[in-house]
């Protein structure tokens, strides 16, 4: 059907997530004191998160997930010069991982409030770094599809999961500025495309996404271990 129908579809579908917010009811809230100026609300914001250990903790894990924006650049580069699949089997690895994205967050949704939240972070962040480094060696197209799937799984739900401690251990008041904060840091994400690029231009695929699993996989294991106060309210 040809690269424009993709644009066409895309534009359809945000059509479609629009006219649904539009369909959403509004009720009343309580409004902030609208004297204050934005820069206050975001110095605010920024104080809260460098005064309260557990924020502080959580909005840097946040940032390090970069790293995990290590694989993006790379997918088209493993499609073409390692599996030779061509812009198919390239469309099948981004489906992959989009597909293993939503069913876990699926498995979150089910879940609810069973799991511990701080070992769910701690065993997803890991495993998304350990499935990046066997992917960086893997020969094998199947194999590579499954692992970017697991990546997708993994990697959603621990964004997800940092995002749900944040909101929890936020007061009502302060809660829309935090995660404003987050929601910016969340957009450093590309940023792993960037330093992926340099890196693997500069010495080899391979040792990019190692870089990139291993950016992943540590900080989660040493904040657990070193703050107690996130191993409380996890």
């Known amino acids: 059907w040809g690269a424009d129908s993709v644009y066409f579809l895309v534009g ?105 939240k701080g070992l769910l972070m701690i065993g997803t962040g890991v495993l998304f770094g350990v499935f990046m480094v066997v992917f960086a060696f893997s020969r094998d197209y199947y194999l590579s599809l499954f692992l970017l799937g697991l990546m997708g ?7 997800i999961t940092i995002s749900v401690l944040v909101q929890s251990h936020t007061p009502d008041g302060m809660r829309g500025r935090v995660m404003s904060l987050f929601g910016v840091s969340m957009q450093l994400f590309s940023l792993g495309f960037l330093f992926s690029g340099v890196i693997a231009q500069a010495t080899s695929n391979e040792l990019a996404l190692v870089i990139g699993g291993v950016g992943v996989a540590v900080p989660p294991l040493l904040a657990y271990a070193i703050s107690a106060e996130l191993r409380r309210v996890s």
């Open 153 to 159: 799984a993994t990697g959603l739900a621990y964004v």
């Open 12 to 116: 359809g579908l945000g059509v479609v997530g629009l006219t649904m917010l539009l369909m959403v009811k509004n009720r009343t809230v309580h409004r902030s004191d609208k004297s204050k100026s934005a820069w206050k609300d975001i110095k605010g914001g920024l104080n809260f998160v460098k005064s309260d250990p557990v924020i502080r903790v959580l909005m840097s894990l946040n940032l390090l997930a970069l790293f995990a924006g290590f694989i993006m650049p790379l997918i088209p580069v493993y499609a073409e010069d390692v599996f030779d699949v061509g812009g198919e089997g390239f469309g099948l690895m981004m489906a992959a991982f989009g597909i293993g994205g939503a069913l876990g967050t699926i498995v979150l949704i089910v879940s609810g409030d069973k799991l511990n």
